[in-house]
């Protein structure tokens, strides 16, 4: 079963000259988790899954201010405001969290942390 995570291209200049597809996305999950992983064997830890979806959130929504300034030069208005920017980010999070549990019902289902 194929799963798109990336509906649509945002990227700067309509997405023209953007290569980063679904693969590409897939791909650098994986990577991300997998150093995770390294740092944990390396440092000797094991931190909870709360400890580390805050960390991941921090940098998704570090993530996400970033794009919201690159959409606002492209479109050279400012940006519309905090609550604003907290509602799309609300609303990313929501289908991006939406997607991977389609993708993954066994791993919700045996999650023990």
């Known amino acids: 079963m194929k799963v798109l995570l990336s509906d649509e291209c945002n990227c700067p200049n309509d997405g023209n000259n953007c290569d980063f597809t679904t693969a590409h996305e897939l791909a650098l999950t994986k990577e991300i988790m997998g150093v995770i992983g390294r740092y944990h064997q390396l440092q000797h830890i094991d931190p909870s899954p709360l400890c580390l979806r805050d960390t991941m959130l921090a940098v998704a929504a570090l993530l996400h201010l ?30 991006r969290l939406e997607a991977v549990i389609g993708a993954s019902p066994a791993r919700v289902a045996r999650s023990k942390h």
């Open 66 to 95: 970033e794009a919201v300034t690159v959409a606002d030069a492209k479109s050279g208005k400012p940006s519309v405001g905090g609550k604003r920017v907290i509602e799309e980010f609300t609303e990313a999070a929501s289908e």
